[in-house]
């Protein structure tokens, strides 16, 4: 886990996150126990179930009692969904800001992106 990336709960929540995004998590996939993030990561369970905990609150998994806890229907789509839109918080509306104090239209922002994908 990474020390500067928030509480290791939330760590352990994104890493979730991350697998169902990514697609290595399917929907209606059981998702690791809280022992075996515990385990993994060596922290308590305790820590762990506070992740998991979260996305249940979430909706992004839930609980089938005696069994587990299963990556819900849509979870996917949730997450990219809300991880589009911090995106645009996050970068795109700075971009954006920056490129206006700078006299860049959006036009001319599209192209220059154009131009640095094309280079790659």
Partial sequence: MNE?????FRQVAAQIE??????????????PSSNELAAFHRINPAT???GL?????????YKRR???????????EQLLKRRRSEFADQYVRPLMTEARKLG???????????????RR
């Fill in 4 to 8: 500067d990336a928030g509480p290791i």
């Fill in 18 to 31: 991350n697998a169902i995004v990514d697609g290595s998590l399917a929907e209606e996939a059981q998702a």
């Fill in 48 to 50: 762990a179930a506070k």
């Fill in 53 to 61: 905990n979260e996305l249940v609150a979430d909706g992004v998994l």
């Fill in 66 to 76: 005696g069994v587990g806890m299963f990556v819900a229907t849509g979870a996917r």
């Fill in 104 to 118: 860049i239209s959006a036009r001319e922002l599209a192209a220059m992106i154009d131009d640095w994908e094309a």
